[in-house]
């Protein structure tokens, strides 16, 4: 699978996605994002952040190609019967009507 880039998610600001100031360009969380993950990015949650909470009716949700999530997990809310179907690897949780379609993973 061909990426356009790598985000990484640590909580900063508080648990939302759509938080800028929770990503970055680098592992080591030193080169602040310019703006959230792009649609094929690959997006790694950083140990010891809070799970982010992804509001999948927002405007602002790209779906990225890969999402790594690890014991972290991810929080999915949809009052919509909004869905995703990014490829999670690790824990997701989906509340509300959010929907999820799983993915295959083609390397």
Known sequence: MSTVGSYFYATVADNSWYSLSNWYTNSSHTVTAAHLPLTDSEVSIAAGSVAPLVNLDDSRWVEPAILYTGTIGITFTSIL????????????????SACYCKKSIQE
């Open 81 to 96: 019967s909004s869905s995703t179907c990014v490829a999670i690897i690790g824990n997701a949780i989906f509340e509300g």
